[in-house]
């Protein structure tokens, strides 16, 4: 991308820019979108808050880092190796809490690198602390998306807690006063913040251009819900979907609900319902449905669903919650709740004169939402310092590096490249692990976007391996992919030949184990472990490692808490992992209704040598000595 002589603004987000699949991945688009049609160049720096969020619930990062590559000047990946908290117990998050101090270095790296850089935008106010890292001369902006002061307290009428940020006025402002400039999405909470702190508030609602003309349906027969697996979403569309099955008769539109929320949905079948699942192109989505419902129940900031909706010429039903920001009168925007937003469609499904007045005025709406969102860009873009920066051009991509091993009947291709979806690799393998560098590892390489990934395949016409090989997976730490754990897409024997080889891989925790039990239908441990692994609340997969034998897997039958410690010894990369004394009790696994005994368990009781864990986000290790022995020494 030729940038030469741009100014240059620096982004901060903990959310990847591709693809954009969620309402806020959409905000950082827009937002990008608005700084490039301003003449900016754009660097990007992604701090890998999602990845480490959807790996602890044992899912894929969605994340495509050829796509930013492509979109950007240049991207960093900042890796989040500090755990971020995903609950607290108090009135609300500290306003640093998630903002890991990696984030703080890469900010002072950037800028001594990139002195000519005129700006930085900075999503969310949770992460604003790096502004204090940032040299004088350089405008500091904060993107809100949403405001977070007191956000918890709209989940009371649904008895929940939040899963995402937030925190108290006193904190929110705090964080806001680190700015020189502060963008809302919507006037209300523009007003809210400029109450709030004495700074620059720019109204900043993104633009949607109209990319599909509106046209009016003669009826419904089909109408969609596309989101996120938010809190906000799940909560309101899955109250919409009960209510509308209570009311639905075959002569009734069917509701389609579509996108990464279905995978949060799962086991909702009702009548009237579709689960659609993750779509590539939203726009076949919306071609698909005569009409959107936007049913919000609670949430803050611009819902992105119902601008994009609109852009793309679809008219909207919806709550006055989900049309906030946007200026309209139109009963059908103005609804209550999930028995309103019902009796709408019911009422305005086989009208064809109402459903043309609803889509009239939805084309108006965007007509008049786009024109107030050009002027307050254009005011925005204006305020921005322009200070000429002769840059330059991106490096051209690199080719991806790529290796191969075989061994134990398994090709192991390791390749270290962009591509980051969860893809399957041309020549049939599955995605197994991705490198997961230390910050000091990340900073050495710049904050590269590449990354190593390993895939495996069966080995090819049963070929021999070839002297001494084996599979290679190891050097440093992985994020495993949920195939290990929740799926086992892989066979056994394949598993087990990588998890020998992640026995040699850097583990979150390791500890020392007495083995008491060990016979050809199974084996018991005593030993510390992490407190989730005795309370079983988190998916696991087990490997026992011996000198010299193939690893073995196993199922993890029973775990007992111990009132006293076996004084072993226990160690953790990560803080919030509690050693718990306790007793582990393992069986061969079974495959297709049998169970192999363990190789050889009783002619030699004392091979073994540790059992492997990996568990979503974690590898863990326990180093095995007979009962006879007290301890062995972790390194």
Same mark, same amino acid.
């Given at each position: 991308?030729?940038?030469?002589?741009?100014?240059?603004?620096?982004?901060?987000t903990p959310?990847?820019?591709?693809?954009?699949?969620?309402?806020?991945?959409r905000?950082?688009?827009?937002?990008?979108?608005?700084?490039?049609?301003?003449?900016?160049?754009?660097d990007?720096?992604?701090?890998?808050?999602?990845d480490?969020?959807?790996?602890?619930?044992g899912?894929?990062?969605?994340?495509?880092?050829?796509?930013?590559?492509?979109?950007?000047?240049?991207?960093?990946?900042?890796?989040?190796?500090?755990?971020?908290?995903?609950?607290?117990?108090?009135?609300?998050?500290?306003i640093?809490?998630?903002?890991?101090?990696?984030?703080?270095a890469?900010?002072?790296?950037?800028?001594?690198?990139?002195?000519?850089?005129?700006?930085?935008?900075?999503n969310?106010?949770?992460?604003?602390?790096?502004?204090?890292?940032?040299?004088d001369?350089?405008?500091?902006?904060?993107d809100?998306h949403?405001?977070?002061?007191?956000?918890?307290?709209?989940?009371?009428?649904?008895?929940a807690?939040?899963?995402?940020?937030y925190?108290?006025?006193?904190?929110e402002?705090?964080?806001?006063?680190?700015?020189?400039?502060?963008?809302?999405?919507?006037?209300?909470?523009?007003?809210?913040?400029?109450?709030?702190?004495?700074?620059?508030?720019?109204?900043?609602?993104?633009?949607?251009?109209?990319r599909?003309?509106?046209?009016?349906p003669?009826r419904?027969?089909?109408?969609?819900?596309?989101?996120?697996?938010?809190?906000?979403n799940?909560?309101s569309?899955s109250?919409?979907?009960?209510?509308?099955?209570?009311?639905?008769r075959?002569?009734?539109?069917?509701?389609?609900?579509a996108?990464?929320?279905c995978?949060?949905?799962n086991?909702?079948?009702?009548?009237?319902?579709?689960?659609?699942?993750?779509?590539?192109?939203?726009?076949?989505?919306?071609?698909?449905?005569?009409?959107v419902v936007a049913?919000?129940?609670m949430?803050?900031?611009?819902?992105m669903?119902?601008?994009?909706?609109?852009?793309?010429?679809?008219?909207?039903?919806?709550?006055?919650?989900?049309?906030?920001?946007?200026?309209?009168?139109?009963?059908?925007?103005?609804?209550?709740?999930?028995?309103?937003?019902?009796?709408?469609?019911?009422?305005?499904?086989?009208?064809?004169?109402?459903?043309?007045?609803?889509?009239?005025?939805?084309?108006?709406?965007?007509?008049?939402?786009?024109?107030?969102?050009?002027?307050?860009?254009?005011?925005?873009?204006?305020?921005?310092?322009?200070?000429?920066?002769?840059?330059?051009?991106?490096?051209?991509?690199?080719a991806p590096?790529?290796?191969?091993?075989?061994?134990?009947?398994?090709?192991?291709?390791?390749?270290?490249s962009?591509?980051? *979806?969860? +893809? $399957?690799?041309?020549d049939?393998?599955i %995605? #197994? =692990?991705?490198?997961?560098?230390s910050? &000091?590892?990340?900073?050495?390489?710049?904050?590269?976007?590449?990354?190593?990934?390993?895939?495996?395949?069966?080995?090819?016409?049963?070929?021999?391996?070839?002297?001494?090989?084996?599979?290679a997976?190891?050097?440093?730490?992985?994020?495993?992919?949920?195939?290990?754990?929740?799926?086992?897409?892989?066979?056994?024997?394949a598993r087990?030949?990588?998890?020998?080889?992640?026995g040699?891989?850097q583990?979150?925790?390791?500890?020392?184990?007495?083995?008491?039990?060990?016979?050809?239908?199974? *084996?018991? +441990? $005593?030993?510390?472990?992490?407190?989730? %692994? #005795? =309370?079983?609340?988190?998916?696991?997969? &087990?490997?026992?490692?011996?000198?010299?034998?193939?690893?073995?897997?196993l199922?993890?039958?029973?775990t007992?808490?111990?009132?006293?410690?076996?004084?072993?010894?226990?160690?953790?990369?990560?803080?919030?992992?509690?050693?718990?004394?306790?007793?582990?009790?393992?069986?061969?696994?079974?495959?297709?209704?049998?169970?192999?005994?363990?190789?050889?368990?009783?002619?030699?009781?004392?091979?073994?040598?540790a059992?492997l864990?990996?568990?979503?986000?974690?590898?863990?290790?326990?180093?095995?000595?007979?009962?006879?022995?007290?301890?062995?020494?972790?390194?």
């Amino acid at each position: 991308m030729a940038t030469e002589g741009k100014p240059t603004v620096l982004v901060v987000t903990p959310m990847p820019a591709a693809p954009t699949s969620a309402g806020n991945r959409r905000r950082l688009s827009a937002t990008c979108e608005a700084l490039r049609r301003g003449g900016f160049a754009i660097d990007l720096a992604y701090l890998q808050h999602e990845d480490q969020v959807y790996r602890r619930f044992g899912q894929h990062p969605p994340t495509d880092a050829a796509a930013m590559a492509a979109a950007f000047d240049r991207v960093f990946s900042i890796p989040a190796a500090t755990p971020i908290p995903l609950k607290t117990w108090t009135g609300g998050f500290t306003i640093d809490a998630w903002c890991p101090p990696e984030l703080d270095a890469f900010v002072a790296w950037y800028f001594e690198r990139h002195a000519d850089t005129c700006a930085i935008v900075v999503n969310y106010v949770f992460l604003s602390r790096c502004l204090d890292a940032v040299p004088d001369g350089v405008l500091r902006i904060i993107d809100t998306h949403d405001r977070f002061a007191d956000r918890h307290l709209q989940y009371r009428p649904f008895r929940a807690e939040p899963n995402f940020f937030y925190t108290d006025r006193a904190s929110e402002a705090v964080g806001l006063s680190r700015a020189d400039m502060v963008l809302a999405i919507q006037s209300a909470e523009a007003d809210y913040f400029r109450g709030l702190v004495d700074r620059d508030v720019y109204l900043l609602p993104p633009v949607f251009a109209e990319r599909a003309k509106f046209r009016a349906p003669g009826r419904l027969t089909r109408f969609g819900f596309i989101g996120h697996g938010n809190d906000p979403n799940l909560f309101s569309i899955s109250k919409f979907a009960h209510g509308w099955a209570a009311s639905w008769r075959p002569d009734l539109p069917v509701l389609v609900i579509a996108g990464e929320i279905c995978g949060s949905l799962n086991g909702l079948d009702l009548p009237g319902v579709q689960l659609a699942g993750y779509v590539d192109a939203v726009e076949t989505f919306y071609a698909g449905v005569d009409a959107v419902v936007a049913p919000m129940l609670m949430g803050s900031g611009l819902k992105m669903k119902v601008a994009e909706a609109l852009s793309l010429g679809r008219p909207v039903i919806g709550t006055r919650i989900a049309f906030e920001g946007f200026d309209t009168d139109h009963p059908a925007h103005r609804l209550e709740g999930v028995a309103d937003t019902v009796a709408a469609v019911l009422s305005l499904h086989d009208d064809p004169d109402a459903l043309a007045t609803l889509t009239a005025a939805c084309a108006d709406l965007l007509a008049r939402y786009n024109a107030r969102a050009a002027t307050c860009e254009a005011a925005w873009l204006d305020a921005i310092p322009r200070r000429s920066a002769r840059r330059a051009s991106s490096p051209a991509a690199r080719a991806p590096a790529v290796s191969t091993t075989v061994g134990a009947g398994i090709v192991v291709r390791e390749e270290r490249s962009l591509r980051s *979806l969860p +893809v $399957v690799d041309e020549d049939g393998g599955i %995605l #197994v =692990a991705t490198e997961n560098p230390s910050p &000091a590892t990340a900073r050495e390489a710049g904050y590269a976007p590449e990354r190593r990934r390993w895939f495996v395949s069966p080995e090819p016409d049963g070929g021999v391996p070839p002297a001494g090989a084996r599979p290679a997976l190891h050097g440093g730490p992985v994020s495993l992919s949920p195939e290990w754990i929740h799926r086992r897409a892989l066979p056994r024997a394949a598993r087990e030949a990588i998890a020998g080889s992640l026995g040699e891989a850097q583990a979150d925790w390791r500890a020392d184990g007495r083995l008491i039990g060990y016979e050809a239908d199974g *084996l018991t +441990v $005593v030993t510390c472990v992490p407190s989730f %692994l #005795v =309370a079983r609340t988190r998916a696991t997969a &087990a490997f026992l490692l011996g000198d010299g034998e193939a690893a073995r897997e196993l199922r993890l039958t029973g775990t007992a808490a111990l009132a006293r410690s076996p004084g072993l010894a226990f160690a953790a990369t990560r803080g919030e992992l509690t050693p718990v004394p306790a007793s582990l009790t393992f069986e061969p696994l079974e495959i297709d209704g049998s169970a192999a005994p363990i190789p050889a368990a009783r002619e030699t009781p004392s091979r073994p040598k540790a059992v492997l864990f990996l568990s979503d986000d974690l590898v863990g290790l326990i180093r095995l000595t007979p009962a006879g022995n007290t301890r062995l020494e972790v390194q």
